[in-house]
């Protein structure tokens, strides 16, 4: 009882959680940022490899930043959790979104991907995955679902068009949308991305909406020679910086911290993305986090 077709409801919460939504109803006035730096030294030493072994489809840095994020997600379960009509639920998926230029011009359309990982999935089966679903998102002819839908309904009156979707937001803000409204829309997946790098662009912050479900929105800036603080030192190395933007309703700060952290040592040992998603880091590897 109380569960949605995406989510298991959430009745064991402890006293604080319970009572944000109430006290915090919408998304947009609950988002906490975080930034990082990241030295590309071992990513791109790995990216170096895998593409000799495979050099049809080439593995890049953005497929190892979704790998690494999706993968810290199934391990950290609060990452999964969603705030709606004020009721916390868990996802019943890890699934990660961004947007697909189909051509790099003005006029170029857009177009989404969505990816709906598994367990049991390494960064060979997201990179399987990418290439599936970029080879039939690059054909100008193709429309995702979501973008089909908006389509049809503009190109109706729009005094027609208007109270349908003032009901459609009704339905969706209830929880009561037919889920094939909802099953290519970015906002209702687990995590958003943005590759601001693809278009040269470095990183920013970008907003979350009190329209869907996503929790966790990622920008990757541009990648390239920047500086880091090694040894007293500011030495300048290949790096990225991500940017998230978070509900902070979902889980503390603490756990955010370890999150984050977890993140990023994926990114630096990224041999680990070739492990199932599911399974944890040893305790050896563990205790090399800092986690205080």
């Known amino acids: 009882m109380g569960n949605r077709f995406d989510g298991q409801y959430l009745k064991d919460v402890d006293s604080m959680h319970f009572i944000m939504p109430f006290m915090y109803p919408n998304r947009c006035d609950n988002e906490a940022f975080f930034s990082f730096r990241i030295d590309l030294t071992a990513v791109n030493d790995y990216i170096q490899r895998k593409n000799a072994e495979n050099p049809e489809y080439r593995y890049n840095l953005f497929q190892c930043i979704i790998a690494a994020t999706l993968k810290t997600i199934t391990l950290r379960s609060k990452l999964s959790v969603f705030i709606h009509n004020r009721k916390m639920y868990r996802r019943n998926e890890v699934s990660a979104a961004f947007t697909v230029k189909q051509e790099f ?40 679902p979501s973008t089909g839908v908006i389509d049809r309904f503009n190109r109706l009156p729009k005094w027609i068009s208007r109270p349908i979707v003032r009901f459609i937001c009704f339905l969706e803000k209830k929880g009561k949308i037919p889920p094939a409204f909802v099953e290519s829309d970015p906002y209702h ?32 800036g541009k990648s ?52 199932p998603f599911n399974e944890k880091l040893s305790e050896e590897e563990f205790a090399k986090l800092s986690l205080t």
């Open 105 to 144: 011009s003005d006029n170029g359309g857009e177009v989404l991907a969505f990816i709906h990982s598994r367990p049991d999935w390494t960064i060979e089966d997201l990179h399987n995955e990418l290439h599936r679903q970029l080879l039939k998102l690059k054909d100008r002819q193709y429309a995702d």
């Open 189 to 220: 997946s687990t995590v958003n991305f943005a590759n601001l790098g693809s278009i040269g662009l470095p990183a920013g912050y970008h907003h979350l909406t009190n329209w869907g479900t996503t929790s966790l929105f990622i920008v990757v």
């Open 224 to 275: 390239g020679k920047l500086p880091f603080y090694e040894n007293e030192q500011v030495v300048f190395k290949d790096g990225v910086d991500l940017f998230m933007t978070v509900d902070e309703r979902i889980a503390d700060g603490f756990y955010f911290a370890k999150s984050m952290k977890i993140l990023l040592y994926f990114l630096q040992h990224p041999d680990l993305l070739e492990h």
